[in-house]
T-cell receptor, first 117, second 114 residues
C-alpha cells in the first residue's frame, strides 16, 4: 500500500530556532500534500495545502511566514517552523493525495512531535 | 459548508461488547465520509470510507458504518470490541470542490475495559 513518511518523528529545539520537517510519499507521486497540526487530545486542524511547484495555500489564521512550506517534487514537501516558540509545540501530520483509479486517495504520515523549550 | 459532529467525546465499553461511535454530518451536496483511527502518538489509519456507493460500508478490523441520508448520520459500529481497539476515532468529511481538504470531527476516545 501507499506509504507516507515523516522525518524526524520527534524533535526538540530551543526557542528562536527553526525546525524543518519532511514529508515524503515513498511509493507514489503526490499531486497534493497537506499539513495538519494536532494539539494534545484535540482534533487535526488543516494548516495548508501544498501543490508541487506552486505556492502553498494557507488556512485562515495560519501565519505563512511562520510556517514555510516547500513542495519541491511530487514526492517531497517540507514544513519549516521559523523562530519557534513554546506555543508552536505540537504534533504535525502530513498527508499526500494521489489519483487511484477514478478517485483520489489520501494517505497520512506518522506525524512529527515538535517540542520547543 | 461541510462539517461533522461526533456526538460523544468518550465511549467506554467492555471487551467483547458492541461498539457504537456516533457521527452526524452537514453537507450541501452528497458527501464523501471517512472514519480514521489514531493510536497514541501515531498517525492516522483509514478504517473505511463512503463515496456514494453502498450505504453500508465495511472496513478493516471488523468495523462498519452506515450512511443514512435522512438522519445525516454516519455511525461507526463493531459487533465485538477488542482491547486493541482502544484509540481515538475521527469522523471526517471531504471538503467541497474536490480540493482534497478533509474536515475532521473532534474525535471520540474509545476505552475498552477487560
Amino acid at each position: 500500500g501507499a506509504v507516507v513518511s515523516q522525518h524526524p518523528s520527534r524533535v526538540i529545539c530551543k526557542s528562536g530556532t527553526s525546525v524543518k520537517i519532511e514529508c515524503r510519499s515513498l511509493d507514489f507521486q503526490a499531486t497534493t500534500m497537506f499539513w495538519y497540526r494536532q494539539f494534545p487530545k484535540q482534533s487535526l486542524m488543516l494548516m495548508a495545502t501544498s501543490n508541487e511547484g506552486s505556492k502553498a495555500t494557507y488556512e485562515q489564521g495560519v501565519e505563512k511566514d511562520k510556517f514555510l512550506i516547500n513542495h519541491a517534487s511530487l514526492t517531497l514537501s517540507t514544513l519549516t517552523v521559523t523562530s519557534a516558540h513554546p506555543e508552536d509545540s505540537s504534533f504535525y501530520i502530513c498527508s499526500a493525495r494521489t489519483l487511484a483509479g477514478a478517485f483520489y486517495e489520501q494517505y497520512f504520515g506518522p506525524g512529527t512531535r515538535l517540542t520547543v523549550t | 459548508a461541510q462539517s461533522v459532529t461526533q456526538l460523544d467525546s468518550h465511549v467506554s465499553v467492555s471487551e467483547g461488547t458492541p461498539v457504537l461511535l456516533r457521527c452526524n454530518y452537514s453537507s450541501s451536496y452528497s458527501p464523501s465520509l471517512f472514519w480514521y483511527v489514531q493510536h497514541p502518538n501515531k498517525g492516522l489509519q483509514l478504517l473505511l470510507k463512503y463515496t456514494s456507493a453502498a450505504t453500508l460500508v465495511k472496513g478493516i478490523n471488523g468495523f462498519e458504518a452506515e450512511f443514512k441520508k435522512s438522519e445525516t448520520s454516519f455511525h461507526l459500529t463493531k459487533p465485538s470490541a477488542h482491547m486493541s481497539d482502544a484509540a481515538e476515532y475521527f469522523c471526517v468529511v471531504a471538503g467541497s470542490s474536490n480540493t482534497g481538504k478533509l474536515i475532521f470531527g473532534q474525535g471520540t476516545t474509545l476505552q475498552v475495559k477487560p
